[in-house]
Nanobody
Framework: QVQLVESGGGLVQAGGSLSLSCAAS????????MGWFRQAPGKERDFVAS????????YYADSVKGRLTISRDNAKNTVYLQMNSLKPEDTAVYYC?????????????????WGQGTQVTVSS
């Protein structure tokens, strides 16, 4: 089993930036694809970005392309989400997720492990 812990959330003004981190522990995180998702109150959990173990061809939701960047440092067992030009509609709890032996996916059901989430609030 893998434990995931997100950090870096907070309150930021529209147009500002935040950097989220997701640290993995437990079983070795080798060959895990990773994803970032977000969920606003009363809404479904939506895909944000994903990345393979090798860091190739990161994939983004259309709503965040050009503003958010996913990356990973396998030596540190950590995945990052750099968020720039934030908008109020980016406000949500952000979750990281992991799945082993599969390519990254935009579907929440394809991931086996989830963090507890970190709150991101964007205001004007």
């Amino acid at each position: 089993q893998v434990q995931l812990v997100e950090s870096g959330g907070g309150l930021v003004q529209a147009g500002g930036s935040l950097s989220l981190s997701c640290a993995a522990s437990g079983r070795t995180a080798s060959y895990y694809a990773m994803g970032w998702f977000r969920q606003a109150p009363g809404k479904e959990r939506d895909f944000v970005a994903s990345i393979s173990w090798y860091g190739t061809n990161p994939y983004y939701a259309d709503s965040v392309k050009g503003r958010l960047t996913i990356s990973r440092d396998n030596a540190k067992n950590t995945v990052y989400l750099q968020m720039n030009s934030l908008k109020p509609e980016d406000t949500a709890v952000y979750y990281c997720a992991a799945v082993r032996g599969r390519p990254p996916s935009p579907r929440p059901g394809d991931y086996d492990y989830w963090g507890q989430g970190t709150q991101v609030t964007v205001s004007s």
